[in-house]
């Protein structure tokens, strides 16, 4: 069993940066792919980056390539979104989320490939 909290959302101005984490409890987040989704209102949730159980792999939507980076410290249980150059487009609510723990070190993109959720941070970015 994994727990996800997220936090490190805010408001910031069109240009600017923020760092989310997100913290896991349990001792298999080292074997858990983690990506970070997120949900604007009206809309469907949409994935965003994701990383596998090492580290050494990563994939990004179209939309925030270049501009955010995910990144993981396993020895502290925690996933982070590094987001850069926000756009007012980037205003959502965004979700961490572990996949079940695997042996193949592997990302995943879709949202029923995982299993546990954090309970989501705001983004707001102003024009």
């Known amino acids: 069993q994994v727990q996800l909290v997220d936090s490190g959302g805010g408001l910031v101005q069109a240009g600017g940066s923020l760092r989310l984490s997100c913290a896991a409890s349990g001792r298999l987040f080292s074997a858990t792919a983690m990506a970070w989704f997120r949900q604007a209102p009206g809309k469907e949730r949409d994935f965003v980056a994701a990383?596998?159980?090492?580290?050494?792999?990563?994939y990004y939507a179209d939309s925030v390539k270049g501009r955010f980076t995910i990144s993981r410290d396993n020895a502290k249980n925690t996933a982070y979104l590094q987001m850069n150059s926000l756009k007012p487009e980037d205003t959502a609510i965004y979700y961490c989320a572990g996949a079940p723990p695997a042996s193949s070190d592997r990302y995943y993109y879709r949202t029923d490939d995982y299993r546990y959720w954090g309970q989501g941070t705001q983004v707001t970015v102003s024009s």
């Open positions: 990383i596998s159980w090492s580290g050494r792999s990563t």
